[in-house]
């Protein structure tokens, strides 16, 4: 069975500077999908970035990056500048990439938090 | 409008009553899905529904019941809970095949308070 860990319970971070989540996950499987949400105090989950198991290149969406490191199975996500509409809880999730397997599987999530 | 719409957004209930959680998409999504949200645990997966099939429940206790009319609302029904359900119960959807799997879109959660 698949599991996803977040070792960071919460992180810190001055505006503007750069901060690094870190998650990493268990399988078997060769292909797969993994994503960053993030939920802030309004509570609804935001997609924020995704990359393919097969994709070589790490995603990129504006200030987010990941660190995609498929042999040590680590997927850490890398916000720079950050801003204090940041602040949120972020969570890693696995996903199989086969159709008809749907299920996410979610790490237990970091609270970062935004210092002015 | 974030493309999935859960109502009420809290709701406090007593171990005798019976209550329903509404969720509602408009994105042409063909899955949904119920996720629990305790403090300090992963989203645990509850149910998932298919074309309006229910294709996965999580061994979720019966006195949670889902309901899938159609592929644009889910709901679920609520009777004789324990303080121990008192969560944030979310919403999702999804493309349910094929490779326009962009993740899911999630609503802003029930805040379930069970007394």
């Known amino acids: 069975a698949q599991t996803v860990t977040q070792s960071q319970p919460e992180m810190s971070v001055q505006e503007a500077e750069t901060v690094t989540l870190s998650c990493t996950y268990d399988t078997s499987e060769s292909d797969y999908y993994l994503f960053w949400y993030k939920q802030p105090p309004s509570r609804q989950m935001i997609l924020v970035i995704r990359?393919?198991?097969?994709?070589?290149q790490n995603a990129t969406e504006n200030r987010f990056s990941v660190n995609f490191q498929k042999a040590a199975k680590s997927f850490s996500l890398k916000i720079s500048d950050s801003q204090l509409g940041d602040a949120a809880m972020y969570f890693c999730?696995?996903?199989?990439?086969?159709?008809?397997?749907?299920?996410?599987?979610f790490g237990t999530g970091t609270r970062l938090k935004v210092l002015a | 409008e974030t493309g999935v719409t859960q109502t009420p957004r809290h709701l406090v209930m007593g171990m005798t009553n019976k209550k329903s959680l509404k969720c509602e998409q408009h994105l042409g999504h063909n899955a949904m899905y119920w996720y629990k949200q305790s403090a300090k645990k992963p989203l645990e997966l509850m149910f998932v529904y298919n074309f309006k099939e229910q294709t996965e429940n999580n061994s979720v206790p019966s006195r949670f019941s889902p309901e899938c009319p159609n592929s644009s609302h889910l709901f679920l029904h609520l009777h004789t809970l324990q303080p121990e359900d008192s969560a944030l119960y979310l919403c999702a959807s999804s493309q349910a095949f094929g490779e326009a799997n962009y993740g899911y879109t999630f609503g802003s959660g029930t805040r379930l308070t069970v007394v």
């Open positions: 990359q393919e198991a097969y994709k070589q």
């Open positions: 999730a696995y996903r199989s990439r086969p159709s008809g397997t749907y299920k996410y599987i």
